[in-house]
């Protein structure tokens, strides 16, 4: 008996190829068949005439290490998206393995009451005992061993602490982590040298574990920062993902062009691609350097003044007859959003066949930037369905298929025979983002319901049973 069948649907099935009329049937959590199932008899039908069905988004770009371990209460900011897999642990920053109470900025974006993970099987051991809403795979931090292993972290790390880094990684990538992730333009990195990043980063060769990298630079050196991680992905020859790629400050404004064609020349001789969010803001911890090339800052949330959390940084500024740079300083620890980027970039960015669709949401900020709860539906509705930046399928392949295939996550983000029952179905003529810089927690229109594991997580904006995530375990 089939468990599942969700029928008269409008099958997009991740590839990438066109849209076919199709039931998919789910037995035991899989994929079990596909075609006109209207006959067999089912303990469950779906009907999905007049909608989308399509693979669950991958979110390849989170900081929901924390999120994962948390009741959310209401609806959740990525099932309601009809994101069902998430990858943790970008940017440098993963919540493992690390025991702290008090985190340095970038790490307590994850908030500073979590860390008392020791070992990154631990890690993995409570997100199973947790029972997540999502799936998830996990990236270890080079800033996280940095903070746990290196005793001055203005300096590029000894011999030995980068032994005892590798080590980690080591033991991390037993345990089941995807690979490690780079924050070189955060304080706890800033001073590692590029052949630091590779000596911590031997394990990943033999276990064929994967490096994401938030550049050291994405204004003016930006080249040169390209460079330098395109090189540690050469040296390690492994897979290598370059994190929310961009271009930050008017001066650099139009240069994705020629950062797009140094990622081409690249890919003729390694592995290579890079993920982005729909937005032409970005957020991250409150640095004075940033602010400068800025043209608006919100200030996301603030520890000395959580008054300010929600504001414009160069009015509150004004009020206070200080400069924004030095307001900056007085509100930290905080995190912003900044308008930097132009859209022209952002388009092209997105549209390059390369490019992947991750958030980058911060899922603990007072005022969060509205990508937490919008990218994956701004990416149907306003760039695929009203700019016609690219087709419906083009849209989902770049949220599904293309991002399992890049990650190496087995069995997801293609709707065939054999795989896991990650689905979502939904309206392609209402699908919407409707989270905004000043209302940043609104859910989206237009998803109809989420199945995790093909048990039904999140209906008509309505979690339902949301304990069906797997720990996703690199395969050995
Ligand atoms: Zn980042």
Redesign the pocket.
């Known amino acids: 008996m089939i468990d599942l069948i969700i029928e008269n649907g409008t099958l997009i099935d991740g590839t990438g190829a066109p849209r076919r009329i199709c039931d998919v049937g789910v037995v035991n959590g899989r994929i079990a068949m596909l075609g006109d199932l209207g006959g067999l008899p089912a303990h469950q039908r779906f009907n999905a005439s007049a909608r989308i069905v399509a693979p669950g988004f991958i979110d390849v770009h989170t900081h929901d290490d924390r999120l994962l371990l948390n009741r959310v209460e209401g609806p959740h900011p990525k099932l309601s998206q009809g994101v069902t897999t998430v990858v943790t642990g970008?940017?440098g920053i993963s919540l493992a393995p690390l025991v702290t109470a008090r985190p340095p900025s970038p790490l307590d974006l994850l908030g500073d009451d979590a860390w008392h993970f020791a070992r990154f099987a631990d890690y993995l051991d409570a997100l199973d005992a947790s029972r997540p809403a999502l799936n998830a795979a996990c990236l270890v931090g080079h800033s996280t061993l940095r903070v746990r292993h290196v005793a001055n972290l203005e300096r590029p790390a000894t011999s030995d602490e980068t032994s005892r880094m590798a080590h980690d990684l080591d033991d991390a990538l037993t345990a089941g982590a995807l690979g490690l992730s780079t924050?070189l333009y955060y304080p706890p990195a800033r001073a590692a040298s590029t052949r630091e990043v590779i000596e911590v980063g031997r394990p990943l060769s033999a276990a064929r574990g994967i490096v994401t990298m938030?550049l050291r630079d994405e204004a003016d050196a930006i080249d040169e920062a390209l460079r330098e991680a395109l090189q540690i992905g050469r040296e390690l020859a492994i897979d290598t993902i370059v994190?929310?790629h961009k271009l930050v400050g008017r001066s650099n404004h139009g240069r994705s062009a020629a950062t797009l064609a140094m990622f081409e020349d690249a890919a003729q001789h390694q592995s290579v691609c890079f993920d982005c969010y729909p937005y032409n803001a970005s957020s991250?911890m409150l640095l004075p350097a940033r602010v400068k090339q800025s043209d608006e800052v919100l200030v996301t949330w603030s520890k000395a003044d959580p008054s300010a959390a929600g504001h414009s940084l160069f009015r509150l500024a004004e009020e206070r007859d200080v400069s924004p740079e030095v307001l900056a300083r007085r509100l930290a620890p905080a995190g912003a959003v900044y308008f930097a980027m132009s859209e022209e970039d952002v388009g092209r960015i997105l549209a390059h066949p390369m490019s992947m669709v991750g958030s980058?949401g911060l899922a603990h900020d007072v005022q969060p930037h509205p990508r937490l709860w919008g990218t994956f539906p701004r990416v149907l509705g306003h760039y695929a369905r009203e700019r016609q930046l690219f087709s419906l399928e083009t849209a989902v392949h770049k949220m599904t298929g293309l991002s399992a295939r890049r990650f190496g996550l087995h069995k997801r983000g293609v709707i065939t025979p054999g795989h896991c029952a990650d689905i979502v179905v939904f309206d392609e003529h209402h699908i919407a983002d409707r989270a905004t810089f000043t209302h940043p927690t609104l859910a989206c229109a237009g998803i109809d319901a989420v199945f995790v594991n093909g048990r039904l997580a999140y209906r008509d904006g309505e979690p339902h049973d949301v304990h069906a995530g797997q720990v996703i375990r690199r395969a050995h």
């Open positions: 970008n940017c924050g938030h994190s929310h991250t980058d």
